[in-house]
């Protein structure tokens, strides 16, 4: 281990030291754990900062830079690209900040994935971990909820194109033009009824 392994490691300490979810490892100097929604994970601070700078290494920064093919010097844009070098990590905070913008403007479908072992052998199933991990993830709560009856969400215009025959009640309105909502028609459906 290096100086810059112990200094990762105290910033780390001065930034999520009482956080409940960063945890030093006592027993080996350079780990530290992670807990993510199915437990710990172990991290090695052993050249962790330097394996993560992703910089060119400059011999080949001089090489790319004296070459006589203009596309080279086109593609790469080396005068500024000797001055603006980006780390790894901050590339990753950058298509992070792209990914949670895109995320934040979409529907969001959550897909969970279950590891059946922590070993990553085929046919194995530890139920152990498996239910940690569903316990972990919020899904018992969510198949209370289904199992009640509440699986289904239909949406007011549905619901009152569906339903409206069940009481006398006029021909459906234009909702998009309409001074009434499709929420308030479905109310007098079920205060008919």
Do not use: M
């Not at 529907?107 to 991990?133: M, T």
């Amino acid at each position: 281990s290096s100086r810059v392994d112990d200094a990762f490691l105290d910033q780390l300490n001065r930034k999520f030291g009482l956080h409940p979810c960063f945890e030093r490892d006592k027993r080996q100097p350079f780990h530290f754990h992670i807990k993510h929604f199915a437990g710990f994970v172990d991290y090695s601070a052993v050249g962790f900062v330097e394996t993560n700078r992703d910089k060119l290494l400059p011999n080949l920064l001089q090489l790319l830079n004296s070459s006589k093919l203009p596309l080279v010097r086109e593609i790469l844009q080396l005068q500024d690209f000797a001055e603006n070098r980006q780390t790894l990590g901050a590339k990753c905070q950058t298509e992070v900040r792209k990914l949670v913008e895109s995320v934040q403007q979409a529907h969001v479908h959550v897909i969970r994935c279950i590891k059946s072992n922590d070993a990553g052998v085929p046919g194995e199933f530890d139920s152990r971990r498996v239910l940690h991990q569903l316990e972990a993830s919020g899904i018992f709560p969510i198949l209370r909820i289904r199992s009640t009856g509440f699986s289904h969400r239909e949406d007011f215009q549905s619901f009152w194109d569906r339903f409206r025959i069940l009481v006398q009640l006029p021909p459906p309105p234009d909702f998009a033009v309409a001074s009434v909502s499709a929420k308030d028609c479905c109310k007098l459906i079920l205060d008919h009824v």
